[in-house]
Structure formats: C-alpha cells, structure tokens
C-alpha cells in the first residue's frame, strides 16, 4: 500500500530470521573450529570434536534411549494425535469441537516445568520408578498437541462428500476408510508423526524429571552444558540440529502435498 | 471412537497428574516425607517469604518484559507476512517455525557463547575497536535471560497472529483507509480488534513459557536473576526437595499468568475502545 | 462547460511485465452513472483502484473535480468504495459501520447518529442498526456497505461488482434501487460490472474495457444499436457476425461477400474500400422470420432450422445455411407457430439492423 514498505519489511524480516538463527550458526561454525574458546577471529578447521563427542561413554545409552523415545512418540503420538484429529472434524456439535481442540491445546500452553513435575509426582504415587516409560509417556504427552493442530489443520479441508459418495457406490464403512479417507491423510499422519519425532528427540524438561539415572541426548547435552563450556556439545547439537532439520523439513513436505 | 485413545491418554496422564500435583500442594513435607493434609500453608509461605516474594516479582517482570518485546516484533512479522508478502509469507512462516525444531537447549547455550564475557558478541566488538573491556551486563543477567526467551517465544507467538490475520480480508483493510482511516487508526480501531484472539493466545504463549521457564535463567542467567522455576525444578530435583512447596509454586504461577492475562485483554480493549 | 466529475488522462499500469491499463483516456460528467464493463482480468478493477487510491499508476492522472489526486493517499480521497463482499467490519454493529467515517472525520456523536439514521432509511434498514454484519444477508450486507460508503458524502462513489454475489431475483431489484439511489442523491457513481445487462439497465454511459483498454465508450442504447468493434457487438448482447470482405462500394450501396452469401446493403460508410475484411453483427431479435425457402441471393437467406429453445417470453432458434455457419433467431413464441426443426425458412432483417464492422 505505501511506497517502499517492501523494502523495510525485507529489512525487517531479515533482522528477525538473523536473530532467530543467529545462536544455531553459531554452534554449526563452532564445531568446526580448532579454537576450544569461542571467540573471533576464527583460526583454524578440524573434525576432531566430532571424534571427542563419540568417544564419550555415555553417548551409546544417550542415542539408544532418544531413539526409542522419538520412535514412540512418533507411533504413538502420531496415531493417537491423528484419530483425535479425525474424531474432532467428524462432531458435528461445532462448540465442543471447539472446547475439545482448545483443552487438547493445553499441554502446550502449561509451563513443560509444570508438565514435569505433575508426571514425576503421579508416577511416584502410583510407584512407577523413573525411568524410560515415564519418559516416553511425557513425550506423547507434550507431541500429542502439535501433532492433533497440525492434523486438524490438514483434515479442515478434507471433502468428507467423497467418503459419502464411496458409501453410495456400496462400500462399508471400514471400506471406504480403508480405499479413500486412508490413503488420502496417510502422508499427513506421516508428517505429523515425523513432527513428534523431532518434538521427542529435542525434549528436554519433562524428561530430565522422568527419567532417573538415563540418559538421552540432549538430557546428556546438559549434564556437559553444566560442567562449562565443551566444543564436543557443538558437535553433538550440530549433529542433533541435522536431524532435527530433515525431520520437520520432510514432515512439512508431507503435510505440504494435495490431496 | 477416534477421540478415545488421544482423550483417555490426555485423561490418565494430563489431568490426572495436574490435580496430583494440586493435590500435593495442599499436604506437608516433613523431611523425606509426604504428610497428606489439607493447608494453604505453602502458599502462605511463597507470598508472606520476601525471598520468594521478591523471586516471584522478578519471575513476572521478566515474563512482561519479554511478552511487551516478542508479542509486537511477532504481529509485526505476521502482518508483513500475511499483507505484504501475501503467498510469499508461508515460506517465512515455515523458516521461523523451523527455529522452533531445531534444539531448544542448543539455542539457550549458543546464547551464552554469543553474550559471554569472552563470548562472540563481546569479542567481535572488541575486534572492530568499538568497546575497549568487554560488556559484563550482556551475560548472567536478566538482559541476557530476556534476549534468549524472546528467540525462544517469538515463532510460538507468530503462529496464532498469523492465523488470526488469514482471517482478515484484505478489503476490510482497504474498506478503512477509503473511509479516512489513517495507518494509525486502521490498526487500533480494524486491524487488532479483529485479531484480539490471536493477539490474546500469542501473549499468553509468550508470558505463561517465558514466567515458566527455568532453563534459560540456570544457563544464561545470573545469581541476581533466579526465576521461580528454577525454585520449583529445585524442590523435585535439586537440594530443596519439597514437593508440596513446588507444587504450590507451579500453581502460583500459573495463577498469576491467568489474572495477567485477564487484566492484559481488558487493557488492550481498553485502548483500542474508540 | 460541466463539470467533469472524473478525468482520467493517459493512465498506464502495468505489474511487472504485464500490462493491465493501457494509455487510458476518458472522462465522468458530473452527476453521472458510469458502468466500466468487460471480461475478467480487462483492467476495470485496476481501473477502479486507481481512481479509490489503492493503486498507483505507471503513468498518467487522476483528476477528480478539477484536483490532481494522481499521489493523494486513499484516505484523503474524496472517493468511497463499496466492495465487492461489502467489507463491513465483524467487530463493529449496522451503525458503528455507516458511522464509521464520519467518527473519523470527528464528528459529533448527535451528528453521527443522524446522518446514520438518514443513511439507514436510505437503504430501507432502519430495523437493523443494532445488528452483528453477521446476522445480515447478503443483500442488506450490500445495502449497509452502500450506506457506510455514501455516509460521508463522497464526490465519488466507486462500487466494484457489488451484485455479483447477489441471485438474479436480488440483483435485478437492487439494480433498480441503486439507480434510484444515484438519481436521489444527484451523486457521481462508477460501477464495475462483468454483467451486461447489469450495466444496459443502470448506466448513463458505459465504458467497455477489453485487454486494458476501453473499446467504446457511450450510452447503453448506441452501444447496443451501434458497437463500435467485433469486440463490442459480441461482448454487448447476443449477436450473429457474418465475416467476409466487401465487393463493390458504389453511390447506391455496398455489396459484401460474407459466410452466409453475397448480401447487399443501401448504405455506405466512409473509407470503405473494395476487399476489405470485415464483419456484419446483426442481433438475432432483429432477424424476421418466413416459412419456405425464397428467392436466394438480395436481402433473404435461405436456411434450415436446426434447434429451437423453449426460453418462457421468447423462443430461440438456431437455423442453419447450407454449407455456410448457424445463424441465431429470437422471437415471441407466437411468431415462429408451426416451426419445427428441419423445416425450410427465410431470414430477413432490415439493412438498418446490421452493423458493419472493420475486422482489425
């Protein structure tokens, strides 16, 4: 509408992304760097802190245990969150819709603090000892809201006439869900479970209350985090960063594409 | 049916929990032990105690501080991407929301890299001659905790303004200016009133994460910058101990984020009342 | 010498490498009802825009009573726009939406609300002042967007097809009402249309505007009766063109060699030259119509009735000249009595009735 406007908002726009990934270019660079003190100028690039991140002992269990988690969460969350999302469009009472997708919110508006300590203090009432079921519980839990906003996103614009065309055309119920509505959605509820993967493998607080004496990668990050400043940390967020990256990217792609 | 799975999980381990923990706040701890009874003695203690006192303010300062800085800088955003951008704008969206996804401890500890004392702001400055001793305010403080949280929040805030700004036409906008609206007008009197949900949720996102977060002060902050959870993480895993007196913190604060956000709504409809 | 409401001079846009106006030039009398009327995508709603102050021109001016508004912000416009949707603000009721411009020229809240009342019964809404925009149909959702616009007096009020989402039964009565509106208040409106008739019915003058351009600008009735390019006698009513070139020009007359046959005509235009390419566009309500194969050649064509549509008030038919394109008749039921398809026919129409056109 105003003259130059485009120019401020790129200004503007390009401030906020720089500040955003600003700290991420940060630790991509620095783990590549000979200097252990992270400071300008840069000297000189090695690998050898990716070598120092491996040779860890702690690092096997860590990978191991935020493997199964984010398998978990992305099966688990990823179904339950999908079916929730299926059932929320399929009410045709638009005002419990509504309530029902705002209290499935809550999860993510509740301090992960907060979420923490009320799993750490239910499992030991019901004498659940900590550990990686605890864990795995606490990363549904905090997936299932993302993963159910993303899919009601998704399934908002799903033509449910075809599915009533596919009963016309004589299919049950369980046909027409199985030939049409499945096939359909399928890559968004692989999206949304790639979604809670990476939700899983980047969880930190609600883990840290709930798993006991494991490990899990970025659980391991902030024990090395507490100690000072250790450029194999670069090297493992950098690595976890990649992963975390093709995740969404590919869960984005997933929801991305028309039906 | 399909509702089943999902809600008897959020059911069992959500809400179940969540009362547990209220239930928690209620009893005693003596010691090692849990004495079930029904007191607001640890609720007395946080508001009454001027350490928690004072902790539970500074909690709040920060949190209003943050959600003054991340909620305009985030509707500014969406409404360049929404309205200037147009289709372009879901590419920045997705780039910002990626932010989110990609190491939420790595981004609190690159801060800290950043913002040291040797760290990269300090010495790149010290490099172009434009500081001679480094800026000591710029770590372990609660400017140092602010700049995180504001990364932090800022794509959680944007989400809810950009979706509530989809639903705006652009002709109501332009119906405005032909009326004489001025830019200045046009937001006060069409563009926030019409997007008072988003604007709510962002500011609720942003000051409820920022007030509950504890990692970000234990890395970044200093000291003189405790945030309540940093108390309340330190009753159940740490050298306090004392669950009842957690729990009741926990819901202190979610407490006081209802009454802010409440008496944060009011204050915006009462400015943009025309 | 009038007033001219509306003086557009030599107005260029083009967006990127696409140009949507071309070397615009036209002007709106003073108390006028103009219709810009075209195709989607010809340039009148940029046209619109431009003239409201949402778009800048690559080239040229604005001039609105005499003013230069060409850099004048939209705000500052004397200009109102009703929207295509109506554009009324959710949050605000009925009456917070007509007063919304007078509020922000700072009237006083008496005055507002008697201009908003008067507004209101205007429109025939009196009733619904205190509603939610959400609780109107469609139709009072226009009539409200119509008073919002004229509430403040504007010199000019733009609508930018404000009927399109209208039904017909609707559209016609708020046709009539507008019209009605415009002669009461004496006021200057530009309508958008892609509907002809909405814009025969309405308009003092009517622009039409093919590919970012305007092709003829003038009263509905001459361009009706007299379209000014192939473009216009299609795009303005239903019409048959015959194509083909010009024979013979002489004093007497001109002879045409054209798809149906050689067809003469008693007149002549200036410039006309022998082999020519041109057009003639005769409408089909002007075509008579016979029982029986006559005499060819002259003024008659003979043909074969291929289809007839049953349309209530008139019926249509479609005959067919051997070898040659169909030609489309429209009568009263009673006149083509008898017809049926495959029967022999004559066609005959007054020269007067046929346009001659340049092909380009």
Known sequence: MVRGSRLWSWLFVALVLFYLYAPILVIVVFSFTTSPRLSLPIEGLTLDWYGRAFADPLIPMALKNSAILATISAVGGGIAGAAFAFGLVMLRNGRLRASLLSISMLPAIVPLLVIGIALAVFFSTIALPQGLIGAAIGHVLVSLPFVILTMNARLESFDFSILEAARDLGATRFQAFRDITLPLIRPSVVGAALLAAALSLDEFVVTWFNIGSQQTVPTLVWGLMRRGIDPSINAIATLLLALLVCLVVASNLLNRRKS | ?274 | MTTQAVQVVGLSKRFGAMTALEQIDFEIADGEFVSLLGASGCGKSTLLRIISGFERPSAGRVVIYGEDLTDRLPERRPTNLVFQRGALFPHMSVRENVGYGLRLRGWQRTRINARVDEMLALVRLEELGDRDPTQLSGGQAQRVALARALAAEPRVLLLDEPLSALDLKLRQQMQLELRAIQKRLGATFVFVTHDQTEALVMSDRIAIMNAGRIEQYGTPRDIYRRPGSIFVSDFVGATNLFRGHVTQVSEAGTTLQTDIGSVALDRTEPGLQTGQRIALSVRPEAIRIARGAGSPGGRQVAATIAEIVYQGSSIRLRAVVADGPSIWVECRDDEAEGIAPGDAVNLTWADSAATLLRES
Request: charged content about 10%; overall charge positive; hydrophobic content about 55%.
């Open chain 2, 1 to 274: 049916m399909p509702l089943l799975p999902a809600g008897l999980f959020y059911a069992l381990f959500f809400g179940v929990p969540m009362l547990s923990l209220l239930v928690i706040s209620l009893w005693r701890a003596q010691g090692f032990n849990l004495i079930p009874d029904f007191t607001f003695a640890n609720y007395q203690k946080i508001i009454v105690s001027d350490l928690y006192r004072g902790v539970l303010l500074r909690t709040v300062s920060v949190g209003l501080i943050a959600a003054a800085i991340v909620v305009p800088v985030a509707f500014t955003l969406a409404y360049i991407m929404r309205f200037v951008f147009e289709r372009r704008g879901q590419l920045i969206l997705q780039l910002v929301m990626l932010s989110l996804f990609s190491g939420y401890l790595v981004r609190i500890y690159a801060w800290r890299t950043i913002l040291g004392k040797q760290g990269l702001l300090n010495s790149a400055l010290q490099w172009l001659g434009l500081i001679e001793e480094p800026l000591e305010f710029l770590i372990y403080s609660q400017v140092s905790v602010v700049i995180t949280l504001v990364g932090l929040l800022l794509p959680l805030a944007v989400l809810p303004l950009y979706s509530a700004m989809l639903n705006v036409p652009r002709d109501h906008l332009e119906a405005a200016r032909d009326l004489g609206a001025s830019p200045f007008h046009l937001l006060r009197t069409v563009l926030i009133p019409m997007v008072m949900p988003g604007v709510r949720t962002a500011f609720a996102f942003a000051f409820l994460l920022a007030a509950g977060d504890y990692v970000t002060p234990t890395l970044v902050g200093g000291t003189q910058s405790v945030m309540i959870g940093n108390i309340i993480a330190d009753q159940f895993r740490g050298t306090g101990t004392n669950w009842p007196l957690g729990a009741a913190m926990a819901f202190i604060v979610v407490g006081v984020t209802l009454l802010l956000y409440l008496a944060i709504t009011q204050l915006i409809r009462w400015v943009t009342k025309w």
